[in-house]
């Protein structure tokens, strides 16, 4: 049963994410960008992250998803103002290239879970502890060892809303 | 068929995949999409690693990248939107006003 | 430590008066520009001179507030260094670290910070630059990078680098309505997107391999090679794009020329030195014991950073460009230092290395902050004075900043008696007596290159003609920025005479990290 929900998921946040890559209209791409994300978020939910999983749905797919279409929305793009891919031969090139990245990653991944590195029962997950991913384990990690990054979070959203707000405003002071 | 080795490979796929998306496409739009499928990968392979070892750390990491992904977001569409002022195109060959 | 308590808020001290001279920086623009906005709706009419005085009152009341903070948070930084007990203390379960290592390299950002602000006094007005945003940014990027190079964890990393991008990306556009700034900002950002992704993905390995996220804890010796050598390689990728080593350089020297020169010089010294210490901390807390295994990385990269940066440097026409690609150069020199402490038995050796990096970093941040200070001082309306071949004949025009100048070069090229010199000294012995002569030797074929592309501005000033007669006036006050070209010079004349002092402090700062 996990095993072929996975399967739904996989395809789908792979299946998606290309579609983001190879369309060539903005809007279509934001749509598949959600089902991506939605299709991450399962695998996170099936990953005994429950929390993790809601948050993605709702960061992403609320505020980033929203925030991709407001701004296609404002640019209004002719299609000349898109700009396509790049020419074939690159495209080859550098889906060869990234061929190569996933063999690389993937056969130390292997080799790992499947060879003398990890202990048999690491081949499959061991069993969760019924404590892990639920809010209030969270909430206990956050506020208690990772209460300073948890501050520099808001000063990096500060940051971000300066510098946002600054370069998409118009130009007032002459 | 759901084991870490899978999810890891997943993960490495989705990284992949943004990257293509990075490199080879010429809207700006979407590569910044991309660089979000590739966050998304990360976090993945995050969390199936604190699965792997019943650790909560990792989901505190989680969390946190959200936060930089959207805040990160939000500054490259604002420069985005100031490109497009000046150069009416979100077509990354049309930044060649410097030599790359 | 865990929770806030006294000691804790005090080890983050230097940070907090740098935050909180951001927010006092943003409130007094809102402030300022409300008193201006109210003469105009009062009045009938907006009155022109009331705005223009409104606008003149915030451009040296900002700087100002900017000052102040960053001398408080040297007070701080003082009351660290002094208070023994807590030196390699960490606070907050572990999240910072407080050691003279990180003092000393927080002190070169906040100095990077301060002469900034100090030389933007006329400069950000000149540029019709808004203040409120440039010197709150300033602030919170140096905020960043004071956690950057405090951060004993791989969060506290990941999110000190991502405060200090974020706030460099909006800096590097802060003059949007110059096309090509906006155009340097979003290749930068793409690029920086690009690299913090792939330093996320390292790290999310390096977590599986080792389980735990904390720098002292990473380096028991892992259980499974791969993935621990997957999460190395990529972070040091990710590094390698922040700190601008070849071949992930591309997006320095189109960031350098576009920005404004306060921020150029800004970019390249702060983000440069906090990349730099994370890095050694990550290197010398949790990855040294594997270094015998992967040390050729970096001594590729800094064969490819010297070499390429220093041709490339040759047939530049902008000095603003050429400085970029300096700087690339000089991101290798440091990392043949870096080299140097690798692939060796690491209790003895590396003591000497560490702290000439240090110490290039703080000779590196005079220098190159000094170089940039004259293309702001020359330029006019709001333009850099960047074209190489407009320094002709500044000598017979204005000697004094030529002298200036002329020090600058002669420090950047690494001639005796400045402090480019030492620096470049130092970290080439202790290559060598670490037993990597080849990267000594292709060090010094490097710096031999670069004496040309140096010393030809200096032949333009002092041997040719100047080409119009008012090509070097300039319209703006101007004492900040000479505040700023005699400390710079007076530092680099000091450190290179006298260069014992500060190293002796590198040595009792690295000492503590190791």
């Not at chain 1, 399962?42 to 429950?50: H, M, N, Q, R, T």
């Not at chain 3, 451009?59 to 390699?88: D, E, Q, R």
């Not at chain 3, 030492?422 to 490097?446: D, E, H, P, V």
Request: aromatic residues 12%; positive net charge.
């Amino acid at each position: 049963m996990t095993d072929t929900i996975f399967m739904v998921f996989a395809v789908m946040s792979i299946a998606s994410a290309i579609a983001v890559v190879t369309w060539r209209n903005p809007v279509h791409c934001v749509l598949a960008l959600i089902a991506s994300f939605a299709g991450v978020a399962g695998l996170f939910y099936l990953l005994s992250a429950p929390f993790i999983a809601v948050m993605q749905i709702i960061i992403y797919a609320g505020a980033i998803i929203v925030l991709f279409l407001f701004v296609i929305m404002l640019l209004n793009l002719k299609k000349n103002e898109m700009g396509g891919d790049a020419p074939v031969q690159d495209r080859l090139f550098t889906v060869f290239l990234c061929v190569i990245t996933v063999i690389i990653l993937s056969i130390p991944v292997v080799a790992t879970f499947t060879g003398t590195f990890y202990d048999q029962y690491k081949k499959t997950f061991p069993k969760p502890d019924a404590n892990l991913g639920i809010t209030e384990t969270i909430g206990q990690e956050i506020f208690s060892a990772h209460a300073l990054a948890f501050e520099l979070i808001s000063i990096l959203i500060i940051a971000a809303l300066i510098g946002a707000i600054y370069l998409a405003k118009k130009r007032q002071r002459g | 068929m759901f084991n870490p080795t899978n999810c890891l490979i997943l993960s490495i796929l989705l990284f992949a995949i943004g990257a293509y998306g990075v490199i080879a496409k010429r809207n700006i739009l979407i590569m910044l999409m991309s660089v979000e499928i590739m966050l998304n990968a990360a976090n993945l392979a995050f969390l199936t690693f604190a699965r792997l070892y019943n650790d909560p750390t990792a989901h505190v990491f989680v969390l946190m990248n959200m936060a930089v992904a959207a805040a990160e977001v939000a500054v490259g569409l604002a420069l985005l939107i100031c490109v497009f002022r000046h150069k009416k195109s979100v077509d990354s060959t049309k930044l060649n006003l410097l030599k790359w | 430590m865990n929770g806030f308590d006294f000691a804790s808020i005090m080890a983050i001290s230097p940070e907090i008066a740098l935050l909180l001279t951001a927010i006092a920086v943003i409130t007094a623009d809102i402030c300022i520009g409300k008193a201006g906005r109210k003469c105009c709706t009062a009045g009938a009419a907006c009155k022109p001179e009331e705005t223009a005085s409104s606008t003149e009152i915030s451009s040296i009341v900002m700087p100002f507030i900017c000052m102040t903070g960053i001398a408080i948070s040297w007070y701080f930084m003082y009351n660290l260094w002094n208070l023994h007990a807590v030196n390699g203390a960490k606070y907050f379960s572990n999240a910072i670290v407080v050691d003279k290592f990180g003092l000393i390299a927080g002190f070169v950002v906040t100095v990077a910070a301060f002469l900034t602000a100090l030389s933007s006094t006329g400069y950000a007005k000149r540029m019709k630059i808004d203040f409120g945003e440039y010197y709150g940014l300033i602030m919170l990027a140096s905020a960043g990078m004071m956690f950057l190079i405090k951060g004993n964890n791989l969060i506290m990393l990941f999110l000190g680098i991502e405060l200090t991008s974020l706030s460099v990306y909006a800096l590097t556009a802060i003059s949007k309505h110059r096309e090509e700034s906006t155009e340097a900002a979003m290749k930068y950002f793409i690029l920086g997107a690009f690299s913090s992704a792939i330093l996320l993905f390292g790290m999310a390995f390096m977590y599986g391999a080792t389980g735990s996220i904390e720098f002292g804890q990473m380096n028991a010796v892992p259980t499974n090679r791969f993935l621990y050598f997957i999460g190395i390689g990529m972070m040091l990728l990710g590094l390698a794009f922040k700190i601008g080593a070849v071949p992930f350089h591309m997006w320095a020297p189109d960031a350098y020329q576009a920005a404004p020169s306060a921020i150029s010089s800004f970019m390249a010294v702060g983000v440069k030195t906090a990349s730099f210490a994370a890095l050694l901390r990550l290197l010398f807390t949790s990855l040294i014991h594997t270094s015998h295994m992967w040390y050729q990385v970096p001594w590729m990269l800094a064969v490819l950073t010297v070499l390429l940066g220093n041709l490339t440097a040759i047939s530049q026409t902008n000095i603003k460009r050429m400085l970029a690609y300096s700087s690339i150069a000089h991101t290798g020199y440091i990392l043949i230092g870096v080299t140097a402490c690798m692939g060796v038995g690491y209790s003895t050796g590396l003591t000497a290395p560490m702290s000439s990096i240090l110490f290039y970093l703080a000779v590196y941040a005079l220098m190159n902050i000094g170089a940039f200070a004259i293309t702001m001082h020359l330029g006019r309306e709001d333009k850099d004075f960047d074209e190489i071949s407009g320094y002709a004949g500044l000598a017979h025009k204005k000697p004094l900043l030529a002298l200036a100048m002329a020090i600058f070069m002669f420090s950047l090229a690494g001639i005796p008696p400045m402090g480019g010199f030492m620096a470049k000294f130092y970290i080439f012995r202790s290559a060598i007596q670490n037993g990597y002569i080849w990267l000594a030797i292709i060090g010094i074929i490097g710096s031999i290159i670069s004496v040309y592309y140096y010393l030809r501005i200096v032949v333009l000033m002092y041997m040719k003609p100047a080409q119009t007669e008012e090509q070097f006036e300039s319209d703006q006050s101007q004492w900040g920025l000479h505040f700023t070209l005699f400390a710079t010079a007076a530092g680099l004349l000091i450190l290179g005479l006298l260069p014992g002092d500060f190293v002796q402090y590198a040595i009792v700062a690295v000492k503590e990290l190791l």
